[in-house]
Structure formats: C-alpha cells, structure tokens
C-alpha cells in the first residue's frame, strides 16, 4: 500500500484519529508471522566415550529465519552405524563397539552433525576378543558385549579395582583364531582357551601379558608354533598345550620362563599334529619345574645333558618321540624324580647306572628302545619304585641279584630282549604282581623261589629256551594269569598240579610231562 503523506499543519484532531483508527483496522487483518528452523547446532561438536556401554547426551539448538532461538521444537536423532554408536533416547548416545559414528540432528532438511569415538577401554578389548574367535556361537556367552559388569560375562572374573584377572573359557565353541588385542588384557592372570577348534597361530602379543600365571591352550586347532615372545612371560608357572596340532620346534626362549613349574606339550602322536626340533638345551634354565611332559610328539636329537640341572623335577615323560643317542648320565642328579618315562624311542647305549641315584623313583619306563647291554647293579637302590618297564628293548646278560632288593617292586615287564637269566633273589620281591619275562634267551629251568611271590597274579615266561618240570612251589601262588608255551618247560602230571594249574583261567600251557 503507498503511504500517505501530509503536511502536519493541515491535519486536524478528527482526521488524525480517523487515520489512526484505519491503520489499526488494517493491521488486525493480516495473519502472524510463520517461525522456521533455519539451521541445527549440536554440542559438543565432537564426544570420546571411553568404553561399551558409556553414554553421551548430545544437546541441539534450533535458530528460526531471524537468527533466534527456537524452543518446543521436535529434533530427531540418528547414528550412522548403530553398530558403534547407538541413540537410546532424546540426543542419548551409548557406545556399542571400538570405533568412530557420526550422530545427527535434523528437522526435515536442516541437520547438523557430531562425531561420537568409542575408545577400546576394557570392553571394547574384550568385545574385540569375542569377535575374533566367533563369540556369536559360543556355548555359553552371557553378557558379553552388554554393559552389565564384567564380572558377570561369561568365564571372566575381575579383581577388586574392575581389572579382568582370569579369562577362563574352556570348551565353551571359541572359534576363529587368537586377535593380537589378546596383549591387551594387561592385568591377566589365568587365560584357558582349552578344548576349543580355535586356529590359526599363537599371537606374538601373548608376550605382552606379564601378569600371567597360567595358560592352557590344550585341545585346540593351533597352528606353527609358540613365538619366542613366550619367553616374556616371567610370572608364568603353568603352560599346557596338550593335544594341538602345533608342529614348530620350541623356541630357545622357553628357558626364560624361570618361574615355570608345570610345561605339558604333549601332543597326540598324529604327524599333523607333533611338535618337531630338539629339546632345546635352555630347558636346563628352568629350576622350578616339577613336571615336564613332551611325550607323543617329533622330538629328535638326543636329551640334552642340561636337563640334569632340573634339581625340582618329579616327572619327566619323553616318550613316543623320535629321540636318539643315549640317556645322559645327568639324568641322576634328579633326586626328586618319582615317574621316568623315554619309551618309544630310538634311544641306543647302556643304562647308566647313575639312574640308582633316583631314590624317589617309583616308575620307570625304559621301554621300545634299542638299549643293550646289562642292567646295572645300581637299579637295587631304588627302593621306593613300584614298576620296572624295559621291554621291547636288546638288554643282554643275566638280571643282577640286586633286582631282589626292590621289596615295593609290582611291576616287573622284561619281556622281548636278550636276558638270559634270572637269580633266585627274585624271590624277595613280595609286592611284585606281574612279572613278564617272556621272549629272552633265558636258559635252564624256573627258579623254585618264585613260589614265595605270593601276590604275583601274572606270570609270563613263554617264548625262552627254558627247560625241566615246572617247580611244585608254584602251587602256592594265586595265578590269573600263566603263558608258559614255547618253552621246553613240562607240568608235573600229579593232581594236586593238574587242579592249580587248570585253576588258573588265563593259561597258555605247554606240555606235560612225561613221569616214569
């Protein structure tokens, strides 16, 4: 509408008041201004949480056309990827993974965006962990990834200030294989990922935990071999890798593990899955073991001397390899051994007779190797041992009259070497239950003091070029057990011997004899 303009001194009173009241009238007839969001400002600008779980509320200015604040305005939220970053409520952002999202604000076209970081705290590590070794289909996955307290996930158990001190999830379907954010868990004590198909190989970062204590990685799908970062693990007193399918030499670096005591790699005997190499001499380093077990795996070479130095050893089992040379006369400084096992070897030589010198022996395994020579005089001292295995081997000789004074002995196995003779002194074993001596050269006939073993159940001497009437002492023996075939050896045709001897319900008999 033009505007009207007046000289002041021609306007009267009543022509004033008519204008006024026209432009009053006028201005009632026009609708009120339409306020529009013209742009969206959220703060802050950018937000860091520092775990799973942890939230963010996220705040947005609305500003109309003008320039002014706009209140009551309906903002609606959104996160890029809902797998990091999720909006539960009105700007209410919570951390779902380690990451980075963009969250926004908007009202039809107008937006405004932040940026939302999820460092990897604690749960993220963890989440991480889980994601890498298929925790979707584990067994049993209770509160992993949630933002209830750790304590309550699944096989963790934390300590007093919230740090994970045991990660323990033993047959429990882990898949995938070992991610490196496994060095992460920095407070970690216990980790058991045992019994599970989890592949690929150990992580070098499985040096970065200091604290550990204990690791058992038995019955898994592991492959190559341990990294020599093992050999960080200072505090380590239990490493078993039992059953793997691990197949590299042990790195030299395992001798650092000064605080060991318990190391089981035993493997299954599979060539896919045998632990190859030597036996690292540096295993003489380890002064606080107690037991060491490398049986069914592709050890070669031969025992290293060194291994004399494990003053704290109590079992040594090194059997089913592929060991050879002979047994280290060091293997008598072992005062604390109870249990010897290298069968199934290639092992050559004589017995060492410092291996009298293991006073707490109680079972000794020799067995399956090409051993010759005699038994020492020195296996007397061991009175504590309850078995004696040397079969399958090529011992000469006749046994020593010593063998007699292993008054615990119950175990007695000899059978297929060259032995050619056995001493009355036999006799004094009375704890002895089984007594295999079948398939030497053992000449003459049996001798009659076997009849004072009264707690012998099995007696095999079958196959030797024995000779004679077995002893009527033997009558006062309760066999299970007696293989006497191939042998020149005849049973005494009186009834008293018939009805023991056909008392006797697992009897390879040879032949009667002929009395007159």
């Known amino acids: 509408m033009p505007e009207l303009i007046e000289h002041p001194r021609s306007r009267s009173p009543l022509g004033t008041l008519a204008v006024v009241a026209a432009a009053l009238l006028g201005g009632c007839s026009e609708p009120p201004e339409v306020l529009i969001p013209s742009s969206i400002t959220v703060s ?23 320039g002014e604040v706009m209140t009551g305005v309906a903002v609606k939220w959104l996160a890029s990827d809902p797998k990091i970053a999720v909006v539960v409520g009105n700007g209410l952002v919570r951390a779902v993974r380690h990451g980075t999202s963009s969250v926004w604000a908007f009202i039809e076209a107008v937006l405004d965006t932040t940026v939302v970081t999820v460092e990897f705290g604690p749960r993220g590590r963890l989440v991480s962990i889980y994601e890498a070794l298929d925790g979707p289909n584990w067994v049993n996955d209770t509160n992993w990834g949630t933002a209830q307290p750790l304590d309550s996930w699944h096989g963790i158990t934390t300590d007093a200030a919230g740090n994970v001190v045991q990660l323990l999830l033993s047959d429990n379907g882990l898949g995938g294989a070992i991610p490196p954010e496994i ?16 592949g690929g190989e150990v992580p070098p970062e499985i040096g970065d935990l200091r604290n550990l204590t204990e690791l058992d990685l038995s019955g898994t799908s592991l492959q190559g071999g341990l990294p020599p970062e093992i050999g960080n693990l200072q505090n380590l007193e239990t490493l078993s890798l039992v059953g793997t399918t691990l197949t590299d030499p042990l790195p030299p670096e395992i001798g650092n593990l000064r605080s060991l005591t318990s190391l089981d790699v035993a493997g299954t005997g599979l060539a896919g899955g045998a632990i190859s190499g030597p ?41 089913s390899n592929v060991l050879t040379g002979s047994i280290p006369p ?11 096992s290298v069968a199934a070897n290639r092992l050559t030589g004589s017995i060492p007779p410092e ?30 041992l309850r078995n004696l295995y040397l079969l399958s081997n090529r011992l000469t000789g ?27 002194e036999i006799g004094n074993l009375s704890s002895l239950t089984n007594l295999w001596i079948s398939q ?6 049996l001798p009659p003091e076997l009849g004072k073993l009264g707690n012998l159940r099995s007696l095999w ?46 009897n390879l008999a040879g032949e009667n004899c002929e009395d007159g």
């Open 398 to 424: 006749s046994l020593p009259p010593e063998i007699g004074d292993l008054r615990n002995l119950r175990q007695l196995r000899l059978n297929d070497n060259e032995l050619s003779g056995v001493p009355p």
């Open 440 to 445: 030497n050269k053992w000449t003459g006939s």
């Open 44 to 66: 802050p600008a950018a937000a860091t949480l520092e775990d799973i779980g942890d939230t963010v509320h996220l705040s947005a200015t609305v500003m109309d056309q003008h």
């Open 461 to 506: 001497v079958f196959s030797n070029p024995l000779s004679g009437r077995l002893p009527v002492e033997l009558t006062s023996l309760s066999l299970t057990a007696f293989y006497w075939s191939e042998t020149d050896l005849c049973a005494p045709t009186d009834d008293e011997f018939q009805e023991w001897l056909a008392s006797i319900g697992d």
């Open 330 to 340: 060091e293997i008598g400084n072992l005062q604390n051994l109870s249990s010897l």
């Open 355 to 384: 291996i009298g010198n293991l006073r707490n022996l109680r079972s000794i395994d020799l067995s399956s190797n090409r051993l010759t020579g005699s038994l020492p005089p020195e296996i007397g001292g061991l009175q504590n």
């Open 183 to 198: 060095g992460l868990q920095e407070h970690l004590r216990y980790l058991d990922l045992s019994s599970n198909p989890i």
């Open 279 to 319: 036996i690292p001499p540096e295993f003489g380093n380890l002064e606080n073991l107690m037991s060491l077990n490398l049986s069914a795996n592709r050890f070669s070479g031969s025992i290293p001397p060194e291994i004399g130095n494990l003053r704290n050893l109590s079992s040594l089992s090194l059997g």
